[in-house]
T-cell receptor, first 111, second 113 residues
Framework: TQLLEQSPQFLSIQEGENLTVYCNSS?????LQWYRQEPGEGPVLLVT?????EVKKLKRLTFQFGDARKDSSLHITAAQPGDTGLYLC???????????FGTGTLLAVQP | EAQVTQNPRYLITVTGKKLTVTCSQN?????MSWYRQDPGLGLRQIYY???????DKGDVPEGYKVSRKEKRNFPLILESPSPNQTSLYFC????????????FGNGTRLTVT
């Protein structure tokens, strides 16, 4: 069974700080997606990374796919209260191209 | 507006009383899926459908049924709900295969007493 572990599980920081969230697996994924889920809503896709070593930027968010396509990271620069939410990574892999969700990182940015 | 609509948003019921959670998407997506989200366990797939009249079990299908008679609708049926089915449920759809990025509904919080 493919597993995606995210760390840290919880993160509470002050506005303006930088942070990195990690998504790790022992399995190889063909692609990896990052979602953000705000309270009372469903997850919303932020980005998809496909190529090993790929880096994508979305304003203050930087996403990286590991060279071996087994891990990924999300770096947020100068976090703002609007970044608060549950961040989920999801890898596509296996014979059925199934989407496997990570355990999630709950981020709280204090003003 | 492109969206996945679930109803109801909140539901409190008693053990054994059959219920249906509806899900509808207006994006003409082939693929639809149901997930449950529980603290510490993340999102777990219940059932999915690759197309009309084609459904298959996910990781946690026990106690649930689904149907896909039309492309836009994918209801989740609990024939005899039990307290361990208390959870936050999400319906999702995607344009392509099971690995394509998902569009999620806003969730249904179900409590079974």
């Amino acid at each position: 069974t493919q597993l995606l572990e995210q760390s840290p599980q919880f993160l509470s920081i002050q506005e303006g700080e930088n942070l990195t969230v990690y998504c790790n697996s022992s399995s190889v994924f063909s692609s990896l997606q990052w979602y953000r889920q705000e309270p009372g809503e469903g997850p919303v896709l932020l980005v998809t990374v496909v190529t090993g070593g790929e880096v994508k930027k979305l304003k203050r968010l930087t996403f990286q796919f590991g060279d071996a396509r087994k891990d990924s990271s999300l770096h947020i620069t100068a976090a703002q209260p609007g970044d608060t939410g549950l961040y989920l990574c999801a890898g596509v892999g296996g014979a059925t191209n199934k989407l496997i969700f990570g355990t999630g990182t709950l981020l709280a940015v204090q003003p | 507006e492109a969206q996945v609509t679930q109803n109801p948003r909140y539901l409190i019921t008693v053990t054994g009383k059959k219920l249906t959670v509806t899900c509808s998407q207006n994006m003409n997506h082939e693929y639809m899926s149901w997930y449950r989200q529980d603290p510490g366990l993340g999102l777990r797939q219940i059932y999915y459908s690759m197309n009309v009249e084609v459904t298959d079990k996910g990781d946690v299908p026990e106690g649930y049924k689904v149907s896909r008679k039309e492309k836009r609708n994918f209801p989740l049926i609990l024939e005899s709900p039990s307290p361990n089915q208390t959870s936050l449920y999400f319906c999702a759809s995607s344009i392509g295969t099971s690995g394509s990025p998902l569009h999620f509904g806003n969730g249904t919080r179900l409590t079974v007493t």
